[in-house]
């Protein structure tokens, strides 16, 4: 068996979604505005099998069409599905086009499904004595399991990659031989797959069915050995489960041959793959590809399998040359062509550059005398820790010519630190020379610890790029490699990767430190120079000047200053909340007969669907476990109170570990106060996140929840929080915006505005509404910016679906103009790809003309509410930056510590209560000047929650 050939089958599509799927919440998005995160997350499981296992045979079969004959046998097979996200449509080519380029045949046949031609191939390679391994996350694929197919799971998460023969499907499945799979799919059926199964059996009776009766033919046989309700279903459903056991059945004997000479892994064309990549502006990809088909890559571990045999091993570990080995033998020949040759990527290593060490002394004084008359500078700070409250500087790079800087190392000891420093408050202040930085906050705020404020005008790349395209990534390494074509040094080459033996930066040497800070300056000066440009060409340089960069300062400001936290109001809360949460796993305890894990999906889905049969279908997971995600228990809260328990629970779970425990933990030993970080470069809309803590989350429509804010107090006794919201700022603005007349001479009128549309749509006099009619207006108020359906109208509201379609409909006659600026911001996104805000801040909708209809309508959404949602966020803005201006200007001992969405939070000084109240309202009424007026609530308090 020692030579006894191994042939990986990928099945393309589980891998692609999976790819996408994984990358949701932070898709990869090129500078074209093009979501890569399928074909990424793809090719990175492809190149991970190469890499890893160094395959001699490999295909990747694909889906054409569905799976025919099983439509045929039953027409709801998979009709469940969404339609296929546009994003993984449009990368199918790409995908297809990397691996012809790779020479790796892509096996497709009309009417058949991936699933049949790896089992077709597999069952094939098997006869000609090869090793198989099916490269998917599919357990449908357990079925086929073998002497020599193997399932082989790839990496996620964090987790290894599993490789799965026959113990490992015994185990899983619960069956004696690996066809039995059929059975259990069979007999529990598949959600995923709508294939229907049978009524009431889930994971644990299919495996108590195959121990018993074999087969789903033997539990057929059988039903007299069965009682009560579940013999009922299984005689009543008996040809349900035979149909559920031929939908689930793999085909083994499709129109497909194995090919041994095709299917060879064999060199690739390395100048098609790299263009493509290109194209798709993947990097790290690229290098990855380079080194494993030209220079080499690193030795991959090998299976955990009977196929890793010693030859196989000791192949690995023969690299040639500088331990590096060859995919495709040890022969690094002329013919293999270089990474430079295609990756275009510069780096240190292959560019000319003069990065210069400033000694003491007189090369310092020289240095200083040539930095003050410069009129624009890049600075660069190396520091111990990202805190800023812990970081200690180690060193600043300075550069203001492409290729050229200096760095300036800075020493341990605080007095001889601050001695260095001193001079270079001349050039940190003078308001003639522009600062530029990759997010610029971070520096200033660790230079204000060592008493040097960084004066205006700045640049900031991070927030330049933010502002030109919001949707993409905007830390340096992308921003290089995408718009200078450069590859920058990563930090982890200097002081390691994350954990308990990574260094800090004072403990790398001087030289590595030089080259690697200055380049840092030296890329983002370059950076700034092409920004510049791009500024210009999107008409966004207004927003970013007038906006962005002076809202940094302020943001920096807000950050450093904090807010105290009341220790032991929190710990007597937490006390307090443990006690709730113990009371409410008691009640749940005795609604569900039992005690369980509440926290546990598994338990919590066991009880309330299987044990309680709370529902007649309960939705299920991928994975077969019923599922109880929020959506799905908030559905069903009215009809059980089991579930409001739960959900109750979980609320008061979320609220002690989230906040009321971890607060204490995050307050700042060396000011007793709590640091909130703001990143301005987050949600493409131009809203403000909050971090380390988020304070924007905290719960406030609950009791508990806004208890919480009690927790945030003044500095001391001569203080007051003061907090000023503003009133339906976001109603006001699509008010204005649709210039619909009914809806503005309401807010001129100063009318509660809910009142006032429920008196219109439910038409009734203004002073009759009643409490519910006001609420139901007020739930599509809100719900119309973000496109609320009838049926969502629904869920939300006491209404039924067909008073839901009733109550929008005559809003939209109610409103007539309401449902023109709707329809125009659509056609102006289809027409431009972007809309924009009241700033011109522009918000791109790569998929507003997408063929699938649930991702066009998610962007149509988008074009009508990110202008909304966009403005809002600019008129706070606006209110900061003139607030910070004014109390500067008036010199007021009073501070602007939080943003809260609509809300902004100070610590006044009780002798400046009066005219704080007065500035601040100004200020922010008149932030924007818009056709409705803009009305801000005030409030002061001991605390937060008294204050709002």
């Known amino acids: 068996m020692a030579n006894q050939k ?199 009776t299919a495996k108590k069915f195959i121990t018993q009766f074999d087969s789903m033919e033997g539990l057929l046989a059988n039903t007299d050995q069965l009682k009560g309700k579940m013999k009922e279903k299984v005689i009543a459903n008996a040809e349900l489960g035979r149909l559920s056991r031929k939908l689930a059945t793999i085909f083994t004997d499709c129109d497909v041959q194995f090919n041994e000479e095709e299917y060879e892994l064999s060199k690739p064309d390395v100048e098609g793959v790299v263009e493509i990549f290109k194209e798709l502006e993947f990097r790290r990809l690229t290098d990855q590809f380079i080194k494993m088909f030209n220079e080499g890559g690193e030795s991959g571990g090998g299976l955990t399998t009977p196929a890793a045999t010693s030859e196989k091993k000791k192949e690995a570990k023969s690299p040639a040359g500088a331990g590096q080995f060859s995919l495709f ?152 490699e995408t718009y200078l074509n450069y590859s920058p040094k990563p930090i982890t080459d200097l002081i390691g990767k994350k954990g308990k033996n990574q260094k800090t930066m004072r403990s790398v040497a001087l030289e590595e430190q030089k080259e690697y800070a200055v380049e840092d300056a030296d890329i983002t000066y370059q950076l700034k120079e092409f920004f510049d440009k791009e500024l210009e060409e999107t008409q966004t340089k207004k927003l970013y000047e007038e906006m962005e960069l002076p809202l940094l300062k302020v943001l920096a400001e807000m950050e450093l200053e904090g807010i105290h936290v009341n220790r032991e109001f929190l710990k007597t ?37 299987g044990k309680l049969e709370l529902v007649d279908k309960p939705k299920k997971t991928k994975t077969g476990q ?81 208890e919480v804010r009690k927790a945030f107090i003044p500095r001391d006794e001569n203080h007051i929080l003061l907090a000023a919201d503003y009133s339906q700022i976001e109603l006001r603005i699509i008010a204005a915006l649709s210039e619909e007349e009914t809806m503005i001479k309401a807010f001129k009128d100063g009318e509660d505005i809910h009142a006032s549309t429920a008196a219109k749509v439910f038409d009734v006099p203004l002073e009759e509404v009643t409490r519910e009619q006001r609420s139901n207006a007020k739930t599509v108020n809100f719900g119309i910016i973000y496109g609320v359906s009838a049926f969502g109208l629904s869920n939300q509201t006491d209404l039924s679906r067909s008073e839901s379609k009733e109550l929008i409909e005559t809003y939209y006659k109610t409103y007539p103009k309401l449902r023109d600026y709707m329809d125009e911001q659509v056609h102006f996104a289809r027409e431009n790809g972007y809309v924009e805000t009241v700033m011109g801040r522009r918000r791109y909708l790569k998929d507003i003309n997408a063929k699938n209809n649930i991702v066009r309508s998610a962007a149509e959404r988008n074009a009508v509410n990110a202008p909304i949602q966009g403005s809002a966020a600019d008129i706070i803005k606006v209110a900061m930056i003139n607030i910070q201006r004014k109390l500067k200007e008036n010199k007021y001992r009073s501070k602007m510590l939080l943003q809260v969405h609509d809300e902004l939070i100070f610590d006044v000084h009780k002798e400046e209560l009066e005219a704080l109240q007065k500035m601040v309202k100004q200020e922010m009424e008149h932030a924007f000047e818009l056709s409705v007026p803009l009305d801000v609530e005030i409030g002061t308090g001991e605390n937060w929650l008294e204050a709002h």
């Not at 705020?445 to 991070?462: C, G, W």
């Not at 307090?576 to 409410?584: G, H, K, Q, Y």
């Not at 305890?589 to 999906?601: L, M, T, V």
């Open 6 to 204: 191994r042939l990986f089958l990928l099945d393309a599509f589980a891998l692609i979604f999976r790819g996408y799927y994984a990358l949701i919440k932070n898709p990869r998005i090129n500078s074209k505005g093009q979501d890569t995160s399928a074909i990424m997350g793809f090719t990175n499981s492809l190149f991970d099998v190469i890499r890893r296992e160094k395959p001699d045979h490999l295909a990747v079969c694909f889906d054409k069409g569905g799976s025919k004959a099983r439509t045929e046998m039953f027409e709801e097979y998979k009709a469940n599905r969404d339609e296929t996200p546009q994003a993984i449509r449009d990368a199918i080519p790409y995908i297809k086009s990397i691996l012809t380029a790779m020479h790796i045949p892509c096996i497709e046949l009309e009417g058949l499904e991936a699933d049949d031609i790896i089992g077709t191939l597999a069952k094939q390679a098997e006869k000609e004595n090869y090793q198989v391994f099916m490269v998917t996350p599919d357990k449908d694929f357990g079925q086929l399991v073998s002497e020599n197919v193997f399932m082989y799971r790839p990496a996620r998460m964090g987790n290894a990659i599993e490789i799965w023969g026959i113990p490992e499907i015994q185990k899983r499945f619960g069956v004696e031989r690996p066809e039995q799979v059929i059975d259990y799919l069979g007999m529990m059926g598949d959600a995923s797959d709508n294939i229907p199964g049978l009524p009431g059996v889930g994971d644990k």
């Open 329 to 480: 033998g040890n022969d690094t020949s002329k013919e293999d062509v270089s990474a430079e040759n295609f990756t275009g990527y510069k780096n240190l290593e292959n560019t000319s550059h003069l990065y210069q060490l400033i000694e003491p002394g007189m090369a310092t004084q020289l240095f200083l005398k040539k930095l003050n008359t410069q009129t624009s500078v890049c600075f660069d700070t190396e520091t111990t820790s990202l805190d800023t409250f812990e970081a200690e500087l180690v060193g600043i790079a300075f550069s203001w010519e492409k290729g050229k800087g200096y760095y300036l190392p800075i020493p341990e000891d605080q007095e001889e630190a601050k001695n260095i420093l001193e001079p270079l408050k001349e050039f940190f202040s003078n308001p003639k020379i522009q600062k530029i930085g990759q997010n610029l906050k971070y520096d200033i705020k660790v230079l204000a610890h060592y008493e040097i404020e960084v004066s205006e005008p700045f640049f900031d790349t991070m927030l330049a790029h933010y502002v030109i395209n919001p949707d993409m990534r905007h830390n340096m390494e992308v921003l290089a």
């Open 573 to 609: 809360l937490s006390d307090v909340l443990e006690t709730d949460i113990l009371s409410l796993e008691k009640t749940i305890y005795e609604e569900a007969g039992e005690e369980f894990n509440i926290g546990s999906p598994k338990q919590l889905g066991e009880i309330l669907f």
């Open 626 to 706: 019923y599922s109880t995600g929020e959506e799905v228990l908030s559905y069903l809260a009215d009809e059980h109170q089991i579930i409001r328990d739960v959900l109750a629970w979980r609320g008061l779970v979320k609220l002690k570990n989230t906040y009321v425990d971890a607060l204490p933990e995050q307050i700042e030993p060396k000011t007793g106060r709590v640091h909130t970080d703001y990143m301005q470069t987050v949600a493409a809309t131009g809203r403000l996140s909050s971090n380390n803590p988020n304070l924007q989350n905290i719960p406030i429509r609950t009791e508990r929840g806004r």
